[in-house]
């Protein structure tokens, strides 16, 4: 039995012939007029103990714990003072309350036992950094996914003209090339050869282009509640660049990297989730062979429901390039500037963004002998569709609804 000091509770004094208290002064045990039942009053904060002697000589034993105020009342406020802190209960034994499971960082650990200090001698930490044996238990599944859409379109119209006109045409190259054989022992000319390549000649500029893309990616990542997990994939580009001292090996990283921490709240089927989220792609360079690199980061901390989609991040862009390569001023007039140069103008339209669903794997996985073997059957019967391939499931698992109190 439970009480706070002051409150006030009843046991059943029928066919009781005596009774006796362990440690006088914590209770106050009063038998009521018509002798029917025992008033027990809380006097002081202590733990002791009543004996009742029955008219058979069976003995009957209560442990009484007395706390400052009501463990009820206390867990009440603790609850909501936790609120919003997964991975953090609490649990009542007897008369004291404790604060148990695992936090983030310093800062949360800090917080819950300044909690605590506000009950004293009723109400203990026993928070920790990091997950404990109880979350891990629990496994959360988030998955990524990553839709970006490109268009590009390009126009080049006009006359195009050589930068200079003489010793080397448009390309930067001699426009007069030549070839002389000398043998100097008959001292004579055997063979000699001239030819004009690349003449410093106008061209007629007319080229139009379109295109688009699209790009999905999807990664799914499952850990234990309370423990931070890394996911990679991708490769590398390896380029040979060359200088007046030799070559050397450059490479360039490509694909996603995510880092993320979840912790789960059961009571309220929310998740906390840390996460730094790093997403490359390779795209054509302007120098061939040499591509370039679109780089997405995220770093972000979100709470949200179970089954809820998030955007973590989203990019729209759109960039336009106007240029004009020709004869000095005469490229510039208007509409009579097409005879004297070359108008080129390109538009890339971009959107893109990060979605995550986190999931709580709680139903009984397939055998592993029935995952293997689904497997190795898909394995054995590609043919290319990629389509196709079911190896895992891609659908984040629903939330089911709480069960009935």
């Known amino acids: 039995m439970t009480l ?67 463990p009820q009342a206390v867990e009440r406020e603790l609850t909501e003072l936790i609120e919003g802190t997964p991975g953090v209960r609490v649990k009542r034994v007897g008369g004291r309350l404790f604060l148990e499971g695992g936090v983030a960082s310093e800062v949360e650990r800090a917080r819950i036992q300044q909690i605590a200090t506000l009950y004293p001698g009723q109400v203990e930490s026993l928070v920790t950094i990091g997950s404990v044996a109880a979350d891990r238990k629990t496994l959360i599944r988030l998955d990524f996914f990553f839709i970006q859409y490109d268009r590009t379109s390009s126009y080049q119209v006009g006359i195009g003209w050589p930068d200079s006109i003489g010793g080397l045409n448009f390309q930067n190259q001699p426009a007069l090339q030549s070839n002389l054989t000398y043998d100097f022992a008959a001292k004579t000319i055997t063979t000699a050869q001239a030819q004009v390549v690349n003449q410093p000649l106008p061209r007629l500029d007319i080229a139009e ?151 709580v794997i709680d139903t009984v996985p397939k055998s592993a002998a029935d995952v293997i073997k689904n497997a190795l059957s898909q394995f054995k019967d590609y043919s290319g569709d990629v389509e196709q391939v079911d190896s895992w499931n891609k659908t984040p698992p629903a939330l089911r609804p709480p069960a009935s109190p």
């Open 209 to 359: 282009k379109n295109g688009w893309a699209k790009i999905l990616k999807q990664s799914s990542v499952i850990t234990s509640n309370g423990s931070e997990t890394s996911f990679n994939s991708g490769g590398e580009v390896n380029i040979i660049t060359q200088t007046s001292i030799g070559s050397t090996l450059n490479k360039i990283p490509f694909g996603t990297n995510v880092d993320v921490l979840p912790r789960y709240d059961a009571l309220n089927h929310e998740v906390e989730i840390t996460l730094k989220a790093e997403v490359a792609d390779l795209t054509a360079g302007t120098t061939p062979p040499i591509p370039n690199r679109d780089l997405t980061t995220l770093k972000t901390l979100v709470n949200l429901k179970l089954g809820q989609a998030l955007i973590l991040s989203g990019i729209r862009a759109r960039t336009v390039t106007h240029t004009i390569a020709g004869l000095p001023l005469l490229s510039d007039i208007p509409v009579l500037g097409v005879l004297f140069g070359s108008h080129g103008n390109t538009t890339l339209d971009t959107e893109g963004a990060i979605f995550i669903i986190p999931s």
């Open 4 to 70: 706070a000091v002051g409150e006030t509770k009843t046991l059943s004094a029928r066919e009781v012939k005596n009774y006796s208290v362990g440690v006088e002064g914590i209770v106050d045990v009063r038998l009521t007029p018509d002798g029917g039942q025992f008033v027990v009053v809380g006097k002081k904060p202590g733990n002791t103990t009543l004996l009742l002697i029955k008219n058979d000589g069976s003995q009957l034993t209560y442990d009484l714990t007395v706390a400052t105020r009501s």
